[in-house]
């Protein structure tokens, strides 16, 4: 890393005089014009710094819901008493949005839509873990969005039998 021209520090240097060829802080810069005032400074931004800043980002582009994929026997028919209500749901390559997941069961069925917990894996931040507990047999109804619109295969139809 290259030190100030003016205070040696070797900080992050956001200027540089033109007329001199010298990096410098923006604190120093008068420092800097009154140590060589027989000469015209033409101070500015350093432009390298800016162009290679880890703030510079590209723009990431629409969510992509299609790129969403759903599995796990949650999403599944099967028997009450040993339902394993498990969803895995992969962003990977869905680009930024906003994940909802819905569950409604058959009309009776204690609170007729389910609390979902949803936790995102520890090794794998695409990767979202979904659980729910169904109360009684019949028809349960899966809804998932990325951003507001169906993943492939949403809205998930699963009848759960005694």
Not at 53 to 67: E, F, I, Q, R
Request: hydrophobic letters at 30%; a negative charge.
């Amino acid at each position: 890393m290259d030190a100030c021209f003016s205070c040696g520090l070797k900080e992050q240097l956001d200027f540089i005089c033109l007329a001199c060829n010298v990096l410098l802080h923006d604190r120093c810069i008068e420092t800097h014009r009154k140590a060589s005032s027989d000469k015209t400074h033409s101070v500015i931004p350093n432009f390298d710094l800016i162009t290679q800043s880890s703030t510079v980002h590209k723009d990431p582009g629409p969510p992509l819901a299609h790129k969403v994929t759903v599995s796990g026997p949650g999403v599944k028919n099967g028997v009450l008493e040993s339902y394993r209500a498990e969803i895995e749901i992969d962003t990977s390559g869905a680009g930024p949005g906003d994940l909802r997941v819905q569950i409604t069961g058959p009309s009776g069925a204690k609170d007729d839509n389910f609390r979902v917990n949803m936790a995102r894996d520890s090794a794998n931040k695409f990767l979202v873990h979904c659980t729910y507990q169904p109360t009684m047999s019949g028809q349960y109804v899966t809804k998932i969005t990325w951003s507001d619109v169906d993943v492939p295969g949403s809205p998930f139809s699963m009848n759960i039998t005694s």
